[in-house]
């Protein structure tokens, strides 16, 4: 789980072309439909905070948790500049301490798939759904197998841009569903020269099928799953490479006088 170290410098730099907008525009419609038009909502694997800042945009009472101290420091510069009030808290998705419940919670660009066995994710649901309201909504998206086997895994991608390069290289264990990155960085330093670091980044891929047991073994209800890439039919999850889905908190009662 210890990743983006220096990549937390260059991260927004060469992650311009994820649909982030896109894709809070669509968390933003789901929340209001169900009738979460504002309050309290927790992001697991916030970043450097773009989402968070979009969200807070729109009027939600943001917290943002990562367990990158350099990511978090990118996202408190983003805070200082836009004077969003965003809480930040270093902790780890398995194991996150909040002061109170949230009316949703989301974790987005395939945070999830860094928790690589179901009793990691199972753990992270179950504390989701401690933490939300009655009735409130978790809406996350993974990486499937699909693309790690099929799309990315044995590849190496490579990029250049004016200041920085990176070059992935990834290895793909069929029977783990484990994509293990080596991400090695090139990025030009105050001084104008270029210095080089590099990082290991292992995800998991998983399927529609499991992750839907995982959130029932947590507590949660399933409400939907759609496509993170384009349009495809949902009902054909297997040549996915995104997933996004949203479960709702069902287990807990509201007390009225002492009584259900």
């Known amino acids: 789980m210890d990743s983006y170290d220096e990549f937390a410098g260059v991260y927004d730099l060469l992650m311009d072309n994820v649909p982030y907008k896109e894709w809070t525009q669509r968390i933003i419609a789901e929340l209001r439909q169900e009738g979460i038009d504002d309050g309290l909502v927790l992001e697991l694997g916030c970043g450097t905070g773009t989402i968070c800042e979009l969200m807070a945009e729109a009027g939600y009472d943001m917290t943002g948790v990562d367990n990158s101290p350099q990511m978090l420091e990118a996202a408190n510069d983003k805070k200082l500049s836009s004077g969003h009030d965003i809480l930040y808290l ?18 987005i660009c395939d945070s999830l798939n860094y928790l690589l066995t179901k009793e990691d994710i199972l753990t992270c649901f179950k504390l989701v759904n401690n933490y939300l309201d009655p009735a409130g909504l978790f809406i996350f998206d993974f990486n499937t197998v699909h693309k790690y086997r099929d799309i990315i895994g044995d590849a190496v991608i490579a990029e250049n841009r004016d200041s920085c390069s990176f070059i992935w290289e990834n290895e793909y264990d069929e029977q783990e569903h484990i994509n293990d990155c080596l991400l090695t960085i ?17 995800q998991r891929g998983y399927g529609l099928s499991e992750i839907k047991e995982l959130i029932s073994e947590a507590g949660l209800e399933f409400v939907k799953a759609w496509d993170g890439e384009g349009d495809g039919d949902i009902s054909d999850a297997d040549k996915l490479s995104r997933i996004f889905v949203m479960a709702r908190e069902c287990t807990k009662t509201t007390l009225i006088g002492g009584e259900q």
Do not use: K, N, P, W
Request: aromatic share 12%; glycine share 8%.
């Open 90 to 107: 270093l902790q780890d998705m398995r194991e996150f301490e909040l002061y109170g419940t949230m009316r949703a919670v989301i974790c």
């Open 186 to 202: 090139y990025s030009q330093r105050e001084d104008g020269a270029y210095g080089r670091s590099d990082e290991e980044h292992v």
